[in-house]
């Protein structure tokens, strides 16, 4: 028998998915190009923002453009601060602290600063003012990712790092070939929950008031915030749309594919459960195979010039720190000084504050305090039961997933309007409606952890315990609670953090026209921002900062390290 | 015999300890490796020979003594060396074929060159048509023919190989063994000596032309063993297995000096500073087991018995010796009266003896005066580890300390608490006998 000939597809000149992705390409050019006009528009303090649907796109388009704009400033601050503070021989033991102290300070604290500084710089264009909203955007989304990162440097394999060296890789060789593809799984992962944390403060990000001043740039989130202030419905949910419409795209076009793309750094054979479409769409394409070749061009032939500007930069450096003794010192001696000045000048801004004024700020802490546990007990009081039974079955969890991602990416503050007015209809004020508020914002968190934790407990525990004729609540406490805890934990640290600089959104607000406020920490911030109140302000952002780092050291750290040691289920 | 291919001379490595001193991992080693043989480095876990293997790689410096390479001082990485890992230390994101090549490009070499290089190594160790499947893929055989493939193609002239087939099953590591061995001898190949480090006698014996017992705590060579059977190699040979039990023999006389004289009767206050092994009492225990079942036999009889490297049986020996219930005469272990009578006797009586027993060995005994000492009765876990890294320098102290509560716990002699990390008296002390 002769075996027919195998078919082979005769190779065409375009293909549809090319067309595809050639219409994708177009389209990025022509939005590119759009935001660059926006960018350099003459400045207008208070833009008119238009409520029209047919504004929203562009809106949209803009608010998006500054989410990746500022997504990549957190790239590079990643790479950079994580790379040093893990390869740097000391520098960990300065920068981690720092780093820690940084991600409390809320978001709303560094406003002041970026604000007026670039707005100065550019005084005519609206490029200060769209660079310190990104900035705004970027501390929103970057810590998280760079202690990821950090930790994926530390935990790089030996065995590899010999291989590295054995074969004689170049700094960047290894940058490429090992650091970060190590790195790329926690990275990515990360990532998504940064974006989803960059637009927690879109609204504010967008629009706001400093002093006498009032800061707008057109985008969903300034549209937000006026459609609210003109208690405009059909705006609102709009604005809810379109927003649900731009977290959709960016998981299906950007994290889908990423993530598939991404099974290829992990050791395990994964079992294929989130697949993207938009992957297998671009890896079948012709474009894919030339950025392929050009990536492994760019590792290998980018190296030369890159660790010849590495050697520039780095040579200096390594002297100065070869010679630590003359320009280490001195080095060290200025950086000591600028701080020590810092320091200073905090305190003369404190020192326009009266025994009141700190009083009041001690009373609101303890308000704020108090909110952000409740929300924290009441998140975990409906998370942990759900979030167990969802582990508890896989297929659940596979299909919940997507939906719970979805709706934690979700800017929780464009909702508070719907559910402070449903609060006020029902009489309740906003000083324990906050509580459902900061609930909204930072459940989520609690409830990946727990779902991750539940799904982790052997099969085998659950057999015993049924054996053994646990009763419900002997198998919630030596079982379930013992196994989900050092997820729970983390996941309760993650929100704690959250919630804190959530109240600044949650305890203050513009609604109906009219300003609604209680008293807490955070509604304190809120209100000297607005009224550019500098000394109130400081003061306040230093108490948070300080509350948030010292509960983290004195509660979570000892708990955490509890949890480690004695609730591990690998023994 | 000319120069040799690599002399070690007087190396020694030490490492931070989590005391606070150095740890010597390696001591005073001198060794060389001549052209054309297969040299097995053969000792316990936590002898130091994977660091002895990395030194002479260039990855770890010595820092006493010096590595010379065809009569040169060794500075840094050697070029003409390669390594093949134990868990294979593949790259998760790269291809079999990318992992093969990413030693290739500090070679100078063109890329067509290169690509015939992978192609060349990836036929010879029988990986063609998995050049584009990534290491996730592939089982464990697989994955170390992809570490070996990644060696062999910088045309290394010493490979160097650390535990390379403990990571796989029998049957796989034994094509494998053959299949390097193939690779050595066959006239084309590159490789003009291989290193290997392995904890298994057999393999040892299988592959090496000469080998080197080494003896942990610090690393010391203890002895060296030419082996002159030709290859292929049969395991079933007289000579094999005479060769395998003149190793045993070496290795036991070694470990248990037929000249030593038997620990005295200790008295209080003139106590040896004296470690315990890193062994588990139920393992002791299983021995006397066998030696009732078995009657007396002699150390290597014993490894037909156990499923146990001859290394960790060795410990359990020491252990058993340790606590006198049995003797080692001349390589024979001999089970005493106090172990038969401890072998009839019941768990509660069991744990008495124990008592005694541990009461009279330095480690415990520092505890217990610690306790006693102690206003509260407790004593914190650093004091006594710090106590340990004190005395026995060489030893890895929280590996010490947690054999000791295994035993002070089977024995009741005090209690220990892991969250607390904290030694603790015991409310009620079981009377002597």
Redesign the interface.
């Given at each position: 028998m002769i075996s027919e000939p195998p078919f082979v597809r005769p190779p065409r000149v375009v293909e549809w998915v090319d067309l595809v992705v050639f219409g994708l390409l177009a389209a990025l050019i022509y939005a590119l190009v759009t935001v660059a006009r926006e960018w350099s528009g003459p400045l207008q303090s208070v833009p008119i923002i238009h409520l029209e649907a047919r504004y929203l796109p562009l809106y949209t388009l803009f608010s998006l453009s500054r989410g990746v704009c500022a997504y990549a400033v957190s790239f590079g601050f990643t790479m950079v601060y994580g790379y040093a503070m893990a390869r740097v021989a000391g520098a960990e033991r300065v920068m981690l602290p720092v780093l820690d102290i940084l991600q409390s300070i809320p978001v709303l604290g560094f406003l002041p600063g970026f604000v007026l500084g670039l707005v100065h710089l550019f005084p005519h264009q609206n490029i200060g003012l769209e660079i310190a909203s990104v900035l705004m955007i970027f501390t929103g989304q970057v810590w998280n990712m760079t202690f990821s990162f950090y930790s994926s440097l530390k935990a790089v394999p030996p065995d590899l790092v010999a291989v590295a060296r054995l074969a004689r890789m170049s700094w960047w060789e290894r940058f490429v070939r090992l650091d970060i593809s190590f790195a790329s799984t926690g990275l990515l992962w990360n990532s998504m929950m940064s974006m989803a944390g960059g637009w927690f403060f879109l609204m504010v990000s967008e629009a706001f008031v400093l002093g006498e001043h009032d800061f707008r740039l057109p985008g969903l989130g300034s549209y937000m915030s006026l459609a609210i202030e003109r208690s405009d419905g059909t705006a609102q949910l709009l604005g809810v749309v379109a927003m649900l419409g731009m977290i959709l795209f960016v998981d299906q076009v950007v994290w889908r594919p990423l993530v598939a793309w991404s099974h290829k750094f992990t050791e395990q054979e994964t079992n294929g459960g989130s697949g993207s479409w938009l992957w297998e769409l671009i890896r079948s394409s012709r474009i894919w195979s030339a950025v392929s070749k050009s990536w492994i061009f760019f590792a290998e032939k980018g190296q030369p010039r890159a660790t010849a500007s590495m050697r520039r930069v780095a040579k200096p450096l390594l002297r100065s720190a070869a010679s630590f003794h003359l320009g280490g010192r001195m080095l060290v001696g200025l950086t000591g000084l600028g701080i020590l000045s810092g320091v200073i000048k905090y305190v003369q801004l404190l020192q326009g504050l009266t025994v009141e004024d700190w009083l009041d700020l001690l009373s609101g802490t303890g308000m704020t305090f108090l909110r952000v546990i409740m929300a924290v007990v009441l998140a975990s009081l409906w998370t942990i039961p759900v979030g167990v039974l969802i582990g508890r079955h896989p297929r659940w969890s596979r299909i919940l997933q997507p939906a719970i991602q979805m709706a934690a990416s979700f800017p929780a503050p464009m909702i508070f309007p719907v559910v402070v007015g449903g609060m006020l209809a029902m009489g309740v004020g906003l000083g324990t409606s906050s509580v459902v508020l900061l609930l909204l914002g930072t459940q989520w968190y609690i409830l990946f952890n727990v779902i991750a934790g539940s799904s982790a407990i052997p099969r085998e525990l659950w057999e015993v315990s049924r054996l053994a004729r646990f009763s419900w609540r002997n198998r919630w406490l030596n079982l379930i609670l013992p196994a989900i805890f050092p997820s729970l934990l983390t996941g309760c640290i993650t929100a704690m953090g959250g919630a804190w600089n959530a109240s600044i959104v949650a305890e203050y607000m513009k609604y109906h026209g009219q300003t609604l406020m209680t008293m807490g920490l955070g509604a304190t911030i809120s209100q000297a921002t607005e009224r550019g109140n500098f000394h109130v302000l400081g003061a306040a952002v230093g108490v948070m900062a300080v509350t948030v780092v010292g509960f983290n050291r004195l509660v979570w750290r000892p708990l955490s390290h509890r949890a480690q040691t004695r609730f591990t289920l690998d023994s | 015999m000319g120069t040799p291919l690599l002399e070690i001379r007087n190396v020694s490595l030490s490492f931070p300890g989590a005391a606070g001193g150095m740890v010597e991992i390696l001591h005073d080693i001198s060794l060389e490796i001549k052209e054309h043989e297969v040299v097995a480095i053969l000792g316990p876990s936590g002898c130091g020979k994977s660091t002895l293997l990395?030194a002479i790689?260039g990855?770890e410096q010595p820092t006493k003594g010096q590595i010379f390479y065809r009569g040169q001082p060794q500075i840094g990485?050697n070029p003409s060396t390669?390594?093949v890992?134990q868990?294979f230390?593949l790259?998760?994101?790269?291809t079999v074929q990318e992992n093969v090549s990413?030693?290739?490009?500090?070679l100078g070499l063109d890329e067509a060159g290169r690509s015939e290089r992978v192609e060349q190594v990836i036929a010879a160790v029988g990986l063609a048509g998995s050049e584009e499947a990534?290491?996730?893929?592939l089982s464990g055989g697989m994955k170390q023919r992809v570490g070996l493939a990644?060696a062999l193609a910088v045309q290394p002239e010493i490979l160097c190989m650390d535990e390379p087939f403990s990571a796989l099953d029998v049957l796989t590591s034994e094509t494998l063994r053959n299949e390097v061995i193939e690779i050595y001898t066959r006239k084309t190949s590159p490789v003009n000596s291989i290193l290997m480090v392995t904890h298994s006698i057999d393999e040892g014996v299988f592959m090496a032309t000469r080998l080197v017992v080494m003896g942990a705590h610090p690393g010391i060579i203890r002895a060296v063993l030419d082996n002159p059977l030709p290859y292929p190699r049969d395991e079933h040979h007289p000579d094999f297995i005479a060769l395998i039990q003149k190793l045993h023999t070496l290795i036991t006389q070694v470990e248990f000096p037929v000249e030593r004289v038997p620990p005295a009767v200790p008295s209080v206050g003139l106590m040896p500073v004296q470690s315990i092994p890193i062994v588990s009492l139920s393992s002791a225990i299983g021995l006397l087991e066998i030696l009732e079942n078995e009657g007396d036999l002699e150390l290597f009889e014993l490894t037909n018995h156990v499923d146990l490297e001859l290394s960790q049986l060795l410990l359990v020996v020491k252990a058993a010796e340790l606590l006198r219930w049995v003797s080692t005469p001349g390589g024979r272990v001999e089970m005493t009266s106090a172990g038969r009578q401890f072998l009839s006797s019941d768990i509660n009586t069991r744990k008495r003896q124990l008592n005694v027993l541990l009461r009279r060995l330095y480690v415990f005994d520092v505890i217990i005066r610690m306790l006693n000492q102690s206003p509260s009765k407790e004593v914190q876990e650093g004091v006594v580890s710090s106590q340990f890294a004190l005395h026995f320098p060489h030893e890895r102290p929280l590996r010490l300390l947690r054999t000791v509560v295994a035993w002070a716990r089977y024995a009741e002699l005090f209690q220990y608490s892991?969250?607390r990390k904290v030694f603790y008296k015991l409310q009620q002390i079981p009377s002597p006998p």
């Amino acid at each position: 028998m002769i075996s027919e000939p195998p078919f082979v597809r005769p190779p065409r000149v375009v293909e549809w998915v090319d067309l595809v992705v050639f219409g994708l390409l177009a389209a990025l050019i022509y939005a590119l190009v759009t935001v660059a006009r926006e960018w350099s528009g003459p400045l207008q303090s208070v833009p008119i923002i238009h409520l029209e649907a047919r504004y929203l796109p562009l809106y949209t388009l803009f608010s998006l453009s500054r989410g990746v704009c500022a997504y990549a400033v957190s790239f590079g601050f990643t790479m950079v601060y994580g790379y040093a503070m893990a390869r740097v021989a000391g520098a960990e033991r300065v920068m981690l602290p720092v780093l820690d102290i940084l991600q409390s300070i809320p978001v709303l604290g560094f406003l002041p600063g970026f604000v007026l500084g670039l707005v100065h710089l550019f005084p005519h264009q609206n490029i200060g003012l769209e660079i310190a909203s990104v900035l705004m955007i970027f501390t929103g989304q970057v810590w998280n990712m760079t202690f990821s990162f950090y930790s994926s440097l530390k935990a790089v394999p030996p065995d590899l790092v010999a291989v590295a060296r054995l074969a004689r890789m170049s700094w960047w060789e290894r940058f490429v070939r090992l650091d970060i593809s190590f790195a790329s799984t926690g990275l990515l992962w990360n990532s998504m929950m940064s974006m989803a944390g960059g637009w927690f403060f879109l609204m504010v990000s967008e629009a706001f008031v400093l002093g006498e001043h009032d800061f707008r740039l057109p985008g969903l989130g300034s549209y937000m915030s006026l459609a609210i202030e003109r208690s405009d419905g059909t705006a609102q949910l709009l604005g809810v749309v379109a927003m649900l419409g731009m977290i959709l795209f960016v998981d299906q076009v950007v994290w889908r594919p990423l993530v598939a793309w991404s099974h290829k750094f992990t050791e395990q054979e994964t079992n294929g459960g989130s697949g993207s479409w938009l992957w297998e769409l671009i890896r079948s394409s012709r474009i894919w195979s030339a950025v392929s070749k050009s990536w492994i061009f760019f590792a290998e032939k980018g190296q030369p010039r890159a660790t010849a500007s590495m050697r520039r930069v780095a040579k200096p450096l390594l002297r100065s720190a070869a010679s630590f003794h003359l320009g280490g010192r001195m080095l060290v001696g200025l950086t000591g000084l600028g701080i020590l000045s810092g320091v200073i000048k905090y305190v003369q801004l404190l020192q326009g504050l009266t025994v009141e004024d700190w009083l009041d700020l001690l009373s609101g802490t303890g308000m704020t305090f108090l909110r952000v546990i409740m929300a924290v007990v009441l998140a975990s009081l409906w998370t942990i039961p759900v979030g167990v039974l969802i582990g508890r079955h896989p297929r659940w969890s596979r299909i919940l997933q997507p939906a719970i991602q979805m709706a934690a990416s979700f800017p929780a503050p464009m909702i508070f309007p719907v559910v402070v007015g449903g609060m006020l209809a029902m009489g309740v004020g906003l000083g324990t409606s906050s509580v459902v508020l900061l609930l909204l914002g930072t459940q989520w968190y609690i409830l990946f952890n727990v779902i991750a934790g539940s799904s982790a407990i052997p099969r085998e525990l659950w057999e015993v315990s049924r054996l053994a004729r646990f009763s419900w609540r002997n198998r919630w406490l030596n079982l379930i609670l013992p196994a989900i805890f050092p997820s729970l934990l983390t996941g309760c640290i993650t929100a704690m953090g959250g919630a804190w600089n959530a109240s600044i959104v949650a305890e203050y607000m513009k609604y109906h026209g009219q300003t609604l406020m209680t008293m807490g920490l955070g509604a304190t911030i809120s209100q000297a921002t607005e009224r550019g109140n500098f000394h109130v302000l400081g003061a306040a952002v230093g108490v948070m900062a300080v509350t948030v780092v010292g509960f983290n050291r004195l509660v979570w750290r000892p708990l955490s390290h509890r949890a480690q040691t004695r609730f591990t289920l690998d023994s | 015999m000319g120069t040799p291919l690599l002399e070690i001379r007087n190396v020694s490595l030490s490492f931070p300890g989590a005391a606070g001193g150095m740890v010597e991992i390696l001591h005073d080693i001198s060794l060389e490796i001549k052209e054309h043989e297969v040299v097995a480095i053969l000792g316990p876990s936590g002898c130091g020979k994977s660091t002895l293997l990395r030194a002479i790689i260039g990855l770890e410096q010595p820092t006493k003594g010096q590595i010379f390479y065809r009569g040169q001082p060794q500075i840094g990485l050697n070029p003409s060396t390669a390594l093949v890992f134990q868990n294979f230390a593949l790259f998760p994101w790269l291809t079999v074929q990318e992992n093969v090549s990413v030693g290739l490009s500090c070679l100078g070499l063109d890329e067509a060159g290169r690509s015939e290089r992978v192609e060349q190594v990836i036929a010879a160790v029988g990986l063609a048509g998995s050049e584009e499947a990534y290491p996730k893929e592939l089982s464990g055989g697989m994955k170390q023919r992809v570490g070996l493939a990644r060696a062999l193609a910088v045309q290394p002239e010493i490979l160097c190989m650390d535990e390379p087939f403990s990571a796989l099953d029998v049957l796989t590591s034994e094509t494998l063994r053959n299949e390097v061995i193939e690779i050595y001898t066959r006239k084309t190949s590159p490789v003009n000596s291989i290193l290997m480090v392995t904890h298994s006698i057999d393999e040892g014996v299988f592959m090496a032309t000469r080998l080197v017992v080494m003896g942990a705590h610090p690393g010391i060579i203890r002895a060296v063993l030419d082996n002159p059977l030709p290859y292929p190699r049969d395991e079933h040979h007289p000579d094999f297995i005479a060769l395998i039990q003149k190793l045993h023999t070496l290795i036991t006389q070694v470990e248990f000096p037929v000249e030593r004289v038997p620990p005295a009767v200790p008295s209080v206050g003139l106590m040896p500073v004296q470690s315990i092994p890193i062994v588990s009492l139920s393992s002791a225990i299983g021995l006397l087991e066998i030696l009732e079942n078995e009657g007396d036999l002699e150390l290597f009889e014993l490894t037909n018995h156990v499923d146990l490297e001859l290394s960790q049986l060795l410990l359990v020996v020491k252990a058993a010796e340790l606590l006198r219930w049995v003797s080692t005469p001349g390589g024979r272990v001999e089970m005493t009266s106090a172990g038969r009578q401890f072998l009839s006797s019941d768990i509660n009586t069991r744990k008495r003896q124990l008592n005694v027993l541990l009461r009279r060995l330095y480690v415990f005994d520092v505890i217990i005066r610690m306790l006693n000492q102690s206003p509260s009765k407790e004593v914190q876990e650093g004091v006594v580890s710090s106590q340990f890294a004190l005395h026995f320098p060489h030893e890895r102290p929280l590996r010490l300390l947690r054999t000791v509560v295994a035993w002070a716990r089977y024995a009741e002699l005090f209690q220990y608490s892991a969250t607390r990390k904290v030694f603790y008296k015991l409310q009620q002390i079981p009377s002597p006998p």
